[in-house]
């Protein structure tokens, strides 16, 4: 496994944009799909959004042109551009690198960070 940090996450109104980052330690290799996921109280944690190295992604239809996921210039880096933000996008965001595409779907893989919370209110 390898330790994912995440940052970013802040109070922000509706109709406001935040940047996530990732950045993941302790693998030698370029990690070939990375993801974001989140977790709003009282609901299970779903997707968000992934990538891999080489640009495949994968969207919750949520989304969907709202939010932009991006690899970074730095090896294992993985951004989350979020635009016109809701109250329903506030959660819990968690990075999570390693997992699969399948099906044009990501299933996620066994790292975690600790997440990073992201607060819609006005």
């Known amino acids: 496994q390898v330790q994912l940090v995440e940052s970013g996450g802040a109070l922000v109104q509706p109709g406001g944009s935040l940047r996530l980052s990732c950045a993941a330690s302790g693998s030698s290799f370029n990690i070939y799909a990375m993801g974001w996921y989140r977790r709003a109280p009282g609901k299970l944690r779903e997707l968000v959004a992934a990538i891999t190295s080489g640009g495949i992604t994968n969207y919750a239809d949520s989304v969907k042109g709202r939010f932009t996921i991006s690899r970074g210039s730095a090896k294992n880096t993985v951004y989350l551009q979020m635009n ?39």
């Open 84 to 122: 016109s933000l809701k109250l329903e996008d506030t959660a819990v965001y968690y990075c999570n690198a390693e997992g699969y595409f399948r099906g044009g779907y990501y299933y996620p893989g066994d790292s975690w960070g600790q997440g990073t919370q992201v607060t819609v209110s006005s």
